[in-house]
């Protein structure tokens, strides 16, 4: 007999509210309707933020930083604010660091920038630095509001350089953050009912996680109709890069006004995504309780979710077993269910891996093989320099984890 213990049924309880943990009904971790405009205080954040891609490009962009003003971030009332604050101004930061694509990145943070973006960063418990959460989960908006969340329908709030692609690489993100909502409605109902016993319960809902497992993969499909993969390669990707084991940045950065000492933090990734942190946990995926450089980097990428999100992951791991309950079961139908959906996951990871050697492996090849030609000036960070924007470490990361999902099948 599976028996769960008293601290797993309060965990339990507190995840059937959702709304508490902010995961919406209608679209999971994605911020629903993103706030587009801040109070008229704000305009020298988000007028810039929503030049950059001219600013950057021009060679302007830390000329206007130098006469913004030290703004106060008290006025910024309530959660959508703040989102739409740390939005603006770490799409600010990282075309302040990166402008010019990155050979000289600024090793110092301006305080008009430094001070708002960590009062800011305090409030939502993220980093000073452009997170998925920023550019993915709240930087879209509809064109027809009453029209659907399709493709079409769609745009981002702030770009960078790499015209449409950079639009495309956020909007076909967020499209892979929607589709599993069902899926991650699932959850509290799969919770509920280990603590239950209730196998049926858990055989019907695990059929609406592996379904949304597989809606990820069908949206993640649409990257190759809406990005390049030079533009991504040569232009995007210099600007989501960190300053955490940065080779262009090895120091870090300083935050001017907030720390004498230079800070490291790590770039966009997608092990940032809490819905791909919750179906690992929920099945129990063994990388997430191993040791090794993956666990760590996937539990510190935990830090760069906002704080809800966080609390709801962190909730999900400290609940009641599902892999050990469909192991005491051994009901051959739920492990067959269990086990399709290990198998969406690890065929999720391994599109993932084709789509970075597509748009990362691939482009840094012919770079290194143009470059020896005296050719491809590569901007800025290299492929090695940065974890979370498809370095080679983030590829021998992506193996890893692809490799431990395969292995958390029930025999
Ligand atoms: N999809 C993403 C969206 C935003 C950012 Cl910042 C990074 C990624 C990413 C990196 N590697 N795989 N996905």
Redesign the pocket.
């Known amino acids: 007999r599976y028996i769960p213990g008293m601290e797993s049924r309060a965990h339990s309880e507190r995840l059937q509210h959702l709304e508490e943990f902010h995961v919406s009904e209608e679209c999971g971790f994605v911020l629903p309707d993103p706030l587009a405009q801040l109070p008229d205080y704000y305009a020298p954040w988000t007028n810039v933020a929503a030049n950059l891609p001219h600013l950057v490009e021009t060679q302007q962009l830390r000329g206007e930083v130098a006469k913004m003003p030290l703004l106060s971030a008290r006025h910024l009332r309530g959660h959508r604010q703040l989102r739409l604050a740390h939005l603006a101004l770490g799409v600010i930061t990282m075309g302040y660091v990166w402008q010019g694509g990155g050979r000289q990145p600024a090793k110092i943070l301006p305080r008009v920038l430094a001070v708002p973006f960590c009062a800011v960063s305090a409030r939502l418990g993220l980093p000073p630095i452009?997170?998925?959460a920023d550019?993915?989960l709240a930087n879209w908006k509809k064109r027809d509001p009453r029209g659907l969340t399709v493709y079409q329908n769609l745009d981002t709030l702030f770009s960078f350089p790499g015209g449409d692609s950079s639009k495309g690489?956020?909007l076909?993100?967020l499209l892979?953050e929607v589709a599993p909502t069902p899926g991650l409605q699932a959850i509290p109902t799969i919770v509920k009912a280990v603590l239950r016993q209730d196998l049926c319960s858990v055989h019907t809902a695990l059929q609406d996680v592996a379904l949304a497992i597989c809606r990820m993969q069908e949206a993640f499909t649409l990257i190759h109709e809406h990005v390049d993969p030079g533009l991504f390669f040569r232009t995007l990707r210099i600007y989501?890069a960190g300053w955490k084991d940065s080779s262009l940045m090895p120091e870090g950065l300083v935050y001017e006004g907030v720390w004498e000492a230079p800070r490291q933090f790590s770039?966009?990734?997608?092990?940032?995504?809490s819905t791909l942190q919750c179906f690992d946990i929920l099945l129990g995926i063994p990388h997430s309780t191993a040791q090794g450089f993956s666990a760590e980097y996937l539990r510190r990428m935990r830090d760069y979710m906002p704080a809800a999100h966080r609390a709801f992951i962190q909730t999900l791991a400290s609940g009641p077993s599902l892999r050990q309950f469909a192991l005491v079961t051994g009901n051959a139908g739920l492990r067959a269910a269990f086990n399709q959906c290990v198998a969406a996951l690890a065929a999720l990871r391994s599109y993932?891996i084709q789509?970075?050697t597509k748009y990362i492996t691939i482009p840094a090849g012919r770079c290194r093989a143009e470059q020896q030609l005296g050719g491809c000036v590569q901007e800025g960070a290299s492929v090695r320099s940065d974890m979370?924007?498809?370095g080679t470490d983030?590829m021998r990361f992506l193996k890893a984890i692809r490799d431990s999902t395969h292995t958390a099948q029930l025999t």
Request: proline share 0%; net charge neutral.
């Open positions: 452009l997170v998925y550019c993915v690489f956020f076909v993100s892979v989501l770039g966009g990734s997608a092990a940032q995504s993932h789509v970075v979370g924007t498809g983030f």
